[in-house]
């Protein structure tokens, strides 16, 4: 007897084209690629560390040999461990920053662009402007000295400060969505406001939204970086890609791996996550075309 044939259900046939369509656009597969890269190496990065990321282990400044292949910082801590370890906090932090600011921006974004009043949409864009109105090192800056640099405090500042330009884009796609036809039949027919904004107004700016994803989320690495950096996020002795650029800046003469292969990682994650969904945006916007 010959085994029966899988059946493809629409749902999988509608999956596997946008894969397909995704894996049209090369900038996009090397982004893809890129991440899993950097992705991979924070989640095993510490499990294969050949020092401990806090232990002395040779001379300060001591350049790349067999035993240290990234050579040891300014406490000689061998660089590769503290490499290796350093890009769990940073994509972590960066991942739940851009939730909060998703979690603030997308509803007041809907909210501002399909509300018929004046006085919550003029609430939600003041506020917006108000945020918009202080830079966000300055912003993040204040956060820290009252919140005695304590790194949940930090990421809930950038997850406002990524939170306010959303908003904005949110609120531009909906109020251009709400004027179609199929919203206007949705609103004729007495559907909730929650049903069409979930069924009608979201499902159509998801191709915005996608494409917004990559730059609050590269933002986000880039603001963790720097407030780390700076000496107001993670403290030492966390091995953190943002500290230790920090940390040891001053040796660069002396043993430039140490900042340099920070560095590069960082400039990766926000190249290719921007790689990555700007490909899935324009995946998802002809998706979302040929449906109509």
Known sequence: MTAPMARTTPNDARGLGRRLRLA????AVVGLILLAVIVTIALIGPYVAPFSPTAVADLPFATPDMHHWLGTDELGRDVLSRVLNGGQSLLGLSVLATAVAYAIGLPAGLAAGY?????????????????????????????????????????????????????????????????????????????????????????????????????????????????NFLGVGLQPPSSDWGLMIAENRQGLNLNPWMVIVPAMLVAIITVSINLVADGIARTLGTSIERAR
């Open 115 to 227: 509300t018929r009043s004046r006085t919550t949409n003029s609430i939600i864009m003041r506020g917006v402007d108000v945020l918009l109105s202080f830079p966000p090192p300055l912003l993040l800056l204040v956060v820290a000295t009252g919140a005695n640099s304590n790194i949940w405090a930090m990421v809930l500042a950038v997850g406002l400060v990524l939170a306010a330009p959303l908003t904005r884009i949110v609120r531009a796609g909906t109020l251009d969505v709400a004027q179609r036809a199929y919203v206007e039949a949705a609103v004729a027919r007495g559907e909730h406001t929650g049903r069409i904004l979930r069924r009608e107004v979201l499902p159509n700016i998801l191709s915005v939204i996608f494409a917004d994803v990559g730059l609050r989320l590269s933002y986000a690495v880039l603001l963790i970086a720097s407030v």
């Open 24 to 27: 049209r656009h090369p900038a």
